[in-house]
């Protein structure tokens, strides 16, 4: 290397420089495990968000008081050693002014290897983080059979008896003599994604699907669904989607995709298979599943069961009287497939979320004559303003690399999402302003979602809640659509519906698109109470800035949620993964 | 942001200012369209390799006169415009002394946008650029619908008629009512790579794949067979394998990647078709294309046809006398599926390459009594020395990302890669000396490959003729699989064969692993004579360091030859689409 001396430049400080020199400053506290010398290095308003890594939980911890306690109590020497930049991306500005320096961390915990996501700000002339986002990523012993873990593939040269890897995996699924370590019901994203990262992690896990296909819970859904959250948000784990992919992905194409995904993870699927029984037995920590397939009665004995039939797995059908006295087909909205018979028939949708419009458009294109029900009122954003307000410049084309993309995003907590959400909200509602000016002239009911944080806010309650608009605002404005306003479904009659407030609607279909009951509601169906008593609710956030009962441990200490959309099933499946590794390992922090 | 001096450093020359110092220089010359300016920047012995760009040809050129020549001809002012250095990766020194540097480049032509490779090494106390690579990556106005140039996905709201995707992509492979503007023989690898790159580029193209599934050209390959190149050379383009999946691939995972590849990418394959027969019209540019399908015989008109029906497409079955007297069973290697029914049988195995080896090996796993027979010599690698040797550091774990990789080795031309099989060789050899002396004791004869380039002159060769170790050569060392050497296949007997020294070998199965024809023969076989008789032979390297026939004009103006392993087919496809649709689009430069 040839060696030379240029005029020496005036030097600007870096990016990279400001974030190892606060990096070096936090090596040194760390060495002392003591937590004042930590939190000094924090700003006074800070968050530190713990995936796994040093508090063997999921939680978010605000401001410095309560990072000093959570410290205080898992921050022991050797708890983060050998603290590295993660040079592959980053460190970088962000800002218009360059306020903030983000960057990434590599280190080594007891347990394992750690990743972690720092954003720096001024505060009285120095350098403090921000926020800090502590995780797990891989466990020591068990790490995850990718890149230098890979293996090596099959013998080439068979042993006796010949099986090549195809033998092999015939043999995986079937379970002749073997019990998976872990049941997953339900093949969506929530469970290829916890699957593939068990498989990984050496975990054999089998994935219960009910329909004929992995990808039916997207196939079987109504003709024009295309999915609503854009495709750089929405990578498999492991299996990112070819850069020629459209950005709002058809429901067939998806479910195609997750069948690939199955058989390119080497996941251990039972389709057509609806478990009918369980029971659990604390001594031997083993459950026993019977199971129906096509091929006869099965009985697993796996000692982990995850439950990931998704957020809207459970249909809320409102138990309102005259059904059975009802003329025409009433169904939920998760039982619409297709508008096609409906051509010049009057039809009723009940419910005027997301389920509720699209299928509303879908039957007026098909020709039907349409009513909205539409009881209090909802969050409307278009696709166009609201979708890249959300996800912003992360999860956009030119972002960073999906994984320091999604570092990012989990190194936001969701109170602190909520808080920016207000703002986004503002802002997307003054560039549809027009749109929702024309909702309104037609007596149509808006809100700002719970307390002013729009749809992040309903999702994170409810997974639901909320209507981006791919068109039908613009038909319902127009009255193509019509609007029933301000009161909800009281009965069925032999010719309609009657809302609370006594208007009667004529219907030859009743569309329910009434949404869907909590995620335990299902625990509670497949596995009884003993079980589901134990379980905690799915979704909310609570006081520890977590998601309700997804992600980590229940209560119940072989039960667990899995679900969400594409992009926090791709991050958070691992980090459950991880605690049913571990735990299955007996290596468990206590 | 903050604007500090610190302490002047000793400053050395990083890769990016050699670099980018050059490249400045190398904008000047350009500027002139003076050819003998650019060869003042290049090492006496450079090699500049185009792919499209300049020659609207692929060319290696040698030597500064060659490479003066060549810009003579091709280079005028606004050939290479806005030449910038792609910092996505590199520059780099390479080399125990750092004594090259690597970088790369984009460029705009006067077609479109142009990428490019660049070595540089000293000569004379200055930077000077030992190789080139410029290529054409996209067609401007054609460019590929990846990145930026994604589709936004389909209209949520479907129009009259209410299509979706699914109802687009079933309506698009039935070709109801339109033609294909190409039409591929072949879902293998060289099949689909072209495929997808010709769709992304806007080119409707339809595949005729004889057997029942994609994939199946591996599937139904012998029991145990496993890919021979590294997963990290082995993506098929816009879709990288996950990075779980194991070293060496089974061949059923690599089938059912190619199904699910073919879904993912949107193509439009008919599977159980054979063309039957065809025409050419040389006025209308149009092909007339029988083919029959499990729904009755069509007919197509594209205007290119491209035959990917493989190198190892035609198989070559010695025209010997006997075998309507051999009372047992014989058969091409190409043909072998499974060796489960000859335990405890006489298995002759006559050939003494890949496929000869693994089917012997094959054989006696399954339990029966194997020869081998070697007519002359064969180059033998084990696979733990001889396969990172040859795809060295681009192509291993934690290698370049797989764009910039491809970019060196077309960076790389075919005759300089000989050039530097000679030491590989011998240092392969060196390590895998045991073996090879293991086998000498047997009489096994050994050569080094054509001019002692081993693997890759055969490679380049012929597509075959050597034989990667993974397990055979110690059977034969041990005489468990016995050898039969010197000679060659002369006749059947009704007992087995007679060798051409007149040695007879019993045999109740004769597998014949005797290579393949020349694509050529497959080209006569299918389109006939007055075709086959404008093309050139397949393979080999020619006078202008490039293959002969493959991904480019072959003398017929809508023939096209595609295929190879999978490291070249992903960078080559590209550039076969390219003059495809620069054709079609009529914007072919004269």
């Not at 898992?74 to 050998?82: F, T, V, Y």
């Not at 959400?421 to 009911?445: H, I, R």
Request: proline residues 5%; hydrophobic residues 40%.
């Amino acid at each position: 290397m040839s060696t030379e001396t240029p005029d020496a430049p005036t030097a600007t400080v870096t990016a990279s420089d400001t974030f190892e020199a606060w990096l070096d400053d936090l090596r040194a506290a760390l060495s002392t495990a003591d937590a004042s010398r930590v939190t000094a290095l924090l700003a006074v308003d800070c968050w530190w968000r713990d995936l796994l890594a040093l508090t063997w939980d999921l939680g978010t911890y605000r401001g410095t008081e309560a990072v000093a306690d959570m410290l205080g109590a898992h921050l022991a020497a050797g708890s983060i050693r050998d603290l590295s930049t993660d040079t592959e991306f980053g460190p970088r500005f962000q800002g218009d002014d360059d306020e903030v320096v983000e960057g990434f961390v590599t280190f080594e915990t007891p347990l394992g290897h750690g990743r972690g996501a720092v954003r720096l700000v001024r505060e009285d002339g120095a350098w403090v983080a921000w926020t800090v986002m502590t995780e797990l990523d891989d466990l020591r012993g068990h790490e995850r059979a990718i890149d230098t873990h890979r293996s090596r593939g099959p013998r080439h040269s068979p042993g006796p008896g010949g099986g090549n890897w195809l033998d092999e995996r015939r043999a995986s699924v079937a379970y002749a003599e073997s019990d998976p370590d872990v049941v997953v019901l339900g093949a969506g994203q929530g469970g290829l994604t916890v699957a593939a990262n068990l498989r990984l992690m050496g975990v054999d896990a089998l994935i219960l699907e009910k329909s004929e296909r992995v990808g039916d819970g997207w196939r079987k859904r109504y003709h024009s669904l295309v999915l609503h959250d854009p495709v750089w948000a929405d990578d498999l784990p492991y299996l990112p989607y070819p850069s020629s992919w459209p950005v709002y992905c058809p429901k067939d194409k998806i479910a195609d995709w997750f069948e690939s995904y199955a058989s390119a993870m080497e996941l251990n699927v039972w389709t057509s298979a609806e478990m009918t029984d369980s029971s659990y037995d604390e001594a031997t920590g083993r459950w026993t599943l019977t199971v129906s397939t096509p091929e006869g009665e099965r009985v697993v004995h796996p000692r982990d069961v995850v439950l990931a039939t998704g957020a809207a797995g459970e249909p809320n059908v409102p138990d309102v009287p005259g059904r059975d006295t009802f003329r025409g087909t009433s169904y939920h909205s998760s039982r619409h497939a297709s508008a096609s018979d409906w051509a010049g028939k009057k039809a009723v949708v009940v419910g005027a979320c997301n389920s509720g419009h699209d299928i509303a458009q879908d039957l007026y294109l098909a020709g039907a004559d349409v009513t909205l029900v539409q009881r209090s009122s909802t969050h409307i954003i278009s696709q166009t303003h609201g979708i890249p307000a959300i996800f912003g410049a992360n999860f956009a084309e030119g972002g960073p690399p999906t994984k320091y993309a999604d570092l990012l995003a989990s190194g936001t907590p969701w109170p602190l999402v909520l808080e920016f959400a207000k703002d986004g909200v503002k802002q997307t509602a003054a560039k549809d302003a027009d749109l929702l000016a024309s909702l309104e002239a037609v007596g149509f009911k808006l809100n700002d979602g719970p307390d002013g944080t729009g749809l992040m806010g309903y999702a994170l309650a409810y997974g639901g809640g909320y209507y981006i608009d791919v068109g039908a605002s613009t038909l319902i404005a127009e009255g193509r659509i019509k609007l029933a306003q301000g009161s909800g479904l009281a009965e069925f009659t032999p010719d309609g519906i009657r809302l609370a407030d006594g208007r009667t609607l004529e219907a030859d279909l009743v569309v329910l698109a009434t949404g869907y009951r909590n995620m335990r509601e299902t625990a509670r169906r497949l596995f009884g109470d003993d079980v589901a008593d134990r379980l905690p609710l799915v979704l909310g956030v609570g006081e520890d800035g977590e998601l309700g009962g997804l992600y980590r441990r229940t209560g119940h200490p072989a039960f667990w949620y899995m679900g969400g959309p594409l992009a926090w099933v791709r991050i958070y499946s691992k980090h459950l993964a991880l605690q049913i590794t571990a735990k299955q390992a007996g290596i468990s922090p206590a």
